[in-house]
């Protein structure tokens, strides 16, 4: 079979590029001819309009809610009537009131809305079919102003920055600890990232079961994991064909310490826009107070992801190089930065798809990260698990586990 | 990191400032309170609707519809403001015993009808509207009143009267005589005299009961007594709702099906004159309803079987299939609201307006010598 089919293709005379195009100029054509000729032997549809409606967007002024809808089905929606806790609401619809397949449109309701209190909003199709919205409190939207975004700001520096900046105060603790030490933090790191790599892919998917599925919905976590994954075992074998990163089956420094650390603070520093993101929208739609409890909590939960980075900087060993301040800086400011990044888009424009995508993309990038370091971890004997590490991985998941009730209150 | 989870009131602040956006109980002094005229009486210093004159900012005087958009009536084939006062007395013709016969037809039908504006329902209805035509008659009279069913779904015609019981309408009593439940395609006709005099209801028994009522199959019956009742502006308001999403509960509630429809087209009725309102709830799906009227009292005759009234009020409640005659008179010019007393149904449609007069015309000095013109007024204005 594979004989004759290489023996005939030099006969035919057509070049590769034209076999391989074939196939797809008879697909667009079978699709031209099916959509001129209506679905010929599909017959009338049947059943009524299938209407699904997404809610993207809460935002609340003064006297003034307003949602900005995804059709999510097959079928366009026209949004008749608005009522707001079971009070009809006078409302009028940017970019009109039908909505077609994907497609959005935003209803400014007109309702005076008391702070602290909760909502329901409910949207009346044409077809008689509703979607509801929920404030579970009611709170102004803040404007998204310079002063708003120097907030977002500094609740990124709170939240990502600072925090892992004071887990890097660490290093010198680091730099003096024997092998064993080093596999127990390696091993601590690892069970670190696996908390969190659970914890941002159970954050997008919550996010996502609030997305149009139109989208992907919780596909796009994943999607967003495998992509994130593949991008950076790409780039890490890129870098190790150019011969910039030593190929290492040893422990940390054979593997370039400040290479795992550059990796590592990458791995967190996407976890953590993703963390930013969910602040961000949840400070703009005002289901988060920023007391002072909170950011101290972020604050610890954040700072053990400081200690993740410095642990493979023992220094010494294959690379020798001991990481300068600016250099050490920039791995927390990649660790933590994102944060603020973050807290922007979810503040300015949350889109849960977006925030899913992006969870996803953390969740991805810190499995990389694992695998990464998971060889610095190994004891004398090649072995990953051995009583240090698994009591350090226990004692990582652990760690974030407490600090984490900090701020799940 | 769990900010959605977050109990957030623990961690809200002191900050709970209430934002004065809510002109809340601004009552409205100028019609067409609801849809594009809605819009506020210029320089008005009532401070009255001004919901929707300006993007934004709007003051909300009361639960309204979107502006910009009305009901079809013409698509509906019937406009509630002609429902009101359409009592239809059938044709009458003298049997051979000397009786007055008054007979009718009603034709069970499918048919699309808008009970919000844009909202789209498929009702079920007698003669394409609902309610249902008022089928109005006097004490003592031979009814016939034919049922022809061109609906794809069996139904009756249950009265509330006295009757034989294949009258009744009542799926599996009377089959054999042609009558019971009726299948599409058939018809029956119910004969019976008109006792007794007050105001009834006749509505579809075909099981499942609930969804045939909510549906849209019911109306008025009213029997008059003898001697008839003082003359009087008469109107007919059923009490009722549409379920359009199919979970059991109301989307919008009315009286005469389209809701807020006397907000925007309120009931013109002359100052001093006697009012007298046919009050039927039909409403499904929720247990209680209620009637409440502004500014004013009304005489209440519950079911209307006496001729003496009950009470002196302003609001009643009654049940499914409970109905009441009312009578009242407006001592004033204006804009008078009533409504569902159970406050949601109100918002959701159940809300209508009595307009007294010509309200343009009323001024302040007006008003005042409204008052004075009532027996505790005082006499020839200040």
Redesign the interface.
Known sequence: MEAAARAVSPRGGLPAWALGLIPLALIGALIGAFALLGGPGLGERTGPPVEKVSVEQTVLRPGTIELTLRNDGPDPVEVAQVAVNDAFAPFSADGGREIGRLGSATLRISYPWIEGEAYEVRVLTSAGGTVDAEIPVATETPAADLDFYGLMALLGIYVGVIPVGLGMLWLPFVRRVGPTWIAALMAFTVGLLAFLAIDAALEGLEIAADAPAAFGGAALVFAGALVAYLVLAGVDAYLRARGEVSAGTGGAAASGGLYLALLVALGIGLHNLGEGLAIGSAYATGALALGAFLVVGFAIHNTTEGLAIVAPLRGGGATGARPGLGRLLGLGLLAGAPAVLGAWIGAAAFDPSLAALLFGVGVGAIARVIVQIAPSMRDGDGRYLHPVSVAAMIAGIAALYVTGLLVTV | ?????????????AA?????????HSLVSRGGLGGEA?LAEPGAGNGAAG??AH??????AH?????GRTVDHRANGFNPTEVLRDFDWGRTRRLASGRLLREWTLVAQDHEIEV??????EAWTYNGRVPGPTLRAREGERLRINLVNSSEHPHTIHFHGIHPSLMDGMPGIGERMGGGQIEPGESFAYEFEAEPFGLHLYHCHVAPLAAHIAHGLYGAFIVDPKKGRPEADEMVMVMNG?D??F?LSN??YAVNTV??HYVNEPIRVKRDALVRVYLVNVLEYDPLNSFHVHANFFQHYPTGTSLEPKEYTDTIVQGQGQRSILELKFPFDGDYMFHAHVS?FA???WTGFFRVGDPSLLGGAAAAAAYCKLPWGGGSPA
Do not use: Q
Not at chain 2, 55 to 60: M, Q, V
Not at chain 2, 116 to 121: L, N, T
């Open positions: 990191m769990s900010d959605r989870r977050l109990s957030r009131r623990a961690l809200l602040g709970a400032t209430v934002p004065a956006a809510a002109g809340l809605a919901h929707l993007g934004g900012h709007e003051r909300f639960a309204a519809f979107a502006p919000a504006p844009g909202v789209k329902y549409f359009t999403n979970d989307e919008v809701g807020f949601e918002e959701l449609g």
